[in-house]
């Protein structure tokens, strides 16, 4: 339990009103324990409401509410095409429904796979020491129901351990084929130590998507993780990212949205071991209706480690970027290198960025730093480009590319890294005035 205060009586009837209509899923001992744990600190905290201070910029209501939310499909087949040049061994799920048929064998050298639907009916399992522990531990100082309830009731998922070098990515490609469907996804991933995998993510997933990804990156271990949301522009999502770093691993992550009427991206990660990395970054680009909200928070808890923070949104006809980010630095975490940069480009004034970044440190000995700015493109260098004969249309196009590139960086594989680019330009082509 995190010992966070009990919400209050309206709070409580709007989580009683969601979970009338839903039921555990059956699972074995292992599974259930965990299930119903989880059930039991949701009815404790209750649902996210506007006045939750990491909810302040951003609206719950259509996440939580009993009802389905609708989303028209996305026909686009330049969406399937993300990551299609990827060497991986690929899983499908549609609403959230596993596609055996679609997907590839789950053997892979170096990695063990398995469903969350399939093993949870066991005694036991090695995931039986992460599911839902890491989600617990990122409840504290700061609750996060959405990802309780995510563990409460998600009926599958992915777990994936890694005792090796994995000889190709993992991708994880959901599915939208219905325009009322309301899908929760709970993944695990052990990273043990000296191992290295890299994990993608692309697709809508549903009209409504709820996932969880636990990350255990064990000493020496590395993990690269790059997503690709989907499409569909009425969409509404929220993520959750626990991870937990050993001595001298990496955790890598990074997000490309484009469109959503609604995404919450939380992701939130424990350094404990000595000289350990961690990077999350974020590029978003919306287009009016959409509103897109990235919230993080790492604790440094030892010696010479470093995380960076790097995310760029461009924003354009009344669209809302928010960044929510802190870094917590715990006595005793010396040598610590924190870097935070959130950054939006405002392509017209109707559009509005939000942020929120937070230093909190008891150490002495420490480097950490956060810069946050928005604004539009700078006029002197677009007409410098027109003057060179640039088209305005393309010439803000380079702009935004350039504004985006350093989030880019961030990505490990500089082939998933081209991959992102050249949708990223995709987007903005056809958008232009």
């Known amino acids: 339990m995190s010992g966070t205060p009990q919400k209050s009586n309206r709070s409580l009837a709007s989580l009683n009103a969601l979970l009338s209509g839903m039921e555990l899923p059956e699972s074995g001992p292992w599974a259930q324990a965990a299930r119903a744990d989880a059930l039991t600190r949701l009815n404790v905290v209750g649902l996210p409401a506007r006045r939750d201070e990491y909810w302040l910029f951003s609206r719950p209501d259509t996440l939580i509410q009993p009802e389905p939310v609708t989303a028209p499909l996305f026909k686009d087949a330049d969406d399937a095409a993300v990551f299609s040049d990827i060497d991986q061994l690929q899983l499908v799920f549609n609403d959230g429904v596993f596609d055996a048929d679609a997907s590839d064998d789950l053997a892979l050298a170096g990695v063990e796979i398995s469903r969350l639907a399939d093993v949870s009916a066991g005694d036991n399992h090695w995931a039986t020491g992460l599911y839902g522990v890491l989600e617990t531990n990122g409840q504290s100082p700061v609750s996060r129901p959405l990802a309780i309830l995510n563990t409460a009731f998600a009926p599958d998922g992915i777990l994936i351990r890694v005792t090796g070098k994995a000889g190709r990515p993992i991708g994880l490609k959901y599915n939208q084929v219905s325009e009322n469907s309301d899908a929760m996804l709970h993944h695990v991933v052990q990273v043990e130590a000296g191992a290295t995998l890299t994990l993608l993510e692309n697709g809508g997933g549903a009209a409504r998507l709820n996932t969880v990804l636990e990350v255990d990156v064990a000493d020496g271990a590395a ?155 700078d006029d002197g260098a677009l007409f410098y480009l027109q003057s060179r004969g640039v088209p305005l249309g393309l010439a803000q196009d380079l702009m935004v590319l350039a504004f985006m590139a350093d989030a880019l960086q961030e990505i490990e594989d500089e082939d998933i890294a081209e991959d992102i680019r050249s949708h990223l330009e995709a987007w903005l082509v056809r958008r232009r005035d």
């Open 223 to 377: 993990f690269n993780h790059v997503r690709a949301q989907g499409r569909n522009h009425e969409r509404r999502a929220a993520t959750h990212i626990f991870a937990r770093l050993g001595a001298e691993s990496v955790f890598k992550s990074f997000t490309l949205t484009a469109n959503g009427a609604l995404t919450r991206n939380e992701c939130v990660v424990d350094v404990l071991g000595d000289n350990a990395i961690a990077h999350i970054a974020g590029a978003a680009v919306g287009d009016g209706d959409f509103h897109h909200d990235d919230t993080v928070f790492i604790t440094h808890d030892s010696l010479n480690c470093e995380s960076r923070q790097v995310f760029k949104k461009v924003l354009r006809n009344g669209a809302t970027g928010v960044f929510q980010g802190k870094i917590l630095v715990k006595p005793g975490a010396q040598k610590t290198d924190g870097y935070q940069k959130s950054q939006a480009l405002l392509l017209d004034g109707d559009s509005q960025f939000l942020a929120k970044p937070e230093l909190e440190i008891y150490a002495d000995d420490v480097a950490c730093s956060h810069g946050s700015t928005s604004g539009a493109i």
